[in-house]
């Protein structure tokens, strides 16, 4: 049974340019949510998808934006990128909203 | 502002020897939960202990919540050098994560 997993795993980019990561939730599992995290620093909460609907937002501006797939795997944007954007990327999934979240290895984001 | 902060931020001890992390936050929660974080990876999830218990046990693991003074202890007993992580607290459905702390187990 494959946990959470992410592509890619690493990315480089320059600032304005825009990325797309994508997560495939654990079988099973129809909610996921994606996380920033900066190095040394705890996950930051961007947005939760539940039914192909953001169910939840964090304090990220609209330049990151997400969706969700019928198959419940997702995918995260984010547009003029800045060098502040720089980070591991998370995402998690669960069952349901509100129980525990497994997550995946996450995406290296590297904007120069 | 982080609704959880772990404390110490950085703690390292030998082989063998006990480690003890504290969580504290600030409103009031339904759950609290404990991850795992090893080098810049995936977090793994440990333990959830709900806001109607006090202690709660998973293996070489001991977590404690007391709501009265909104805070939480992670216990890890008879530590070895595969401990060596970051730990993080969370609370609120997991949407807010604390900075962790950064476990350091000696050989």
């Known amino acids: 049974d494959a946990g959470v997993t992410q592509s890619p795993t690493h990315l480089i980019k320059t600032r304005g340019q825009q990325v797309t990561l994508r997560c495939s939730p654990k079988?099973?599992?129809?909610?996921v949510s994606w996380y920033q995290q900066a190095l040394g620093q705890g996950p930051q909460f961007i947005f939760q998808?539940?039914?192909?609907?953001?169910?939840q937002r964090g304090n990220f501006p609209d330049r990151f934006s997400g969706h969700q797939f019928p198959n419940y795997s997702s995918e995260l944007n984010v547009n003029a990128l800045l060098l502040g954007d720089s980070a591991l990327y998370l995402c998690a999934s669960s069952g349901h909203p509100g129980e525990t979240q497994y997550f995946g290895p996450g995406t290296r984001l590297l904007v120069l | 502002s982080q609704q959880g902060e772990e404390d110490p931020q950085a703690l390292s001890i030998q082989e063998g020897e006990n480690a003890t992390m504290n969580c504290s936050y600030k409103?009031?929660?339904?759950?609290l939960q404990w991850y795992r974080q090893n080098s810049g990876r995936g977090l793994v999830h440990l333990i959830l202990?709900?806001?109607?218990?006090r202690e709660k046990h998973s293996g070489r693991l001991r977590v404690t919540l007391d709501t009265s003074k909104k805070s939480s202890s992670l216990l890890i007993t008879a530590s070895r050098a595969a401990d060596t992580a970051s730990y993080f607290c969370?609370?609120?459905?997991?949407?807010?994560f604390g900075p962790g702390t950064r476990l350091s187990v000696l050989p």
């Open positions: 409103t009031s929660i339904n759950n």
């Open positions: 998808y539940y039914e192909e609907e953001e169910r």
């Open positions: 202990i709900r806001s109607n218990e």
């Open positions: 969370a609370t609120r459905q997991n949407f807010v």
């Open positions: 079988s099973g599992h129809d909610t």
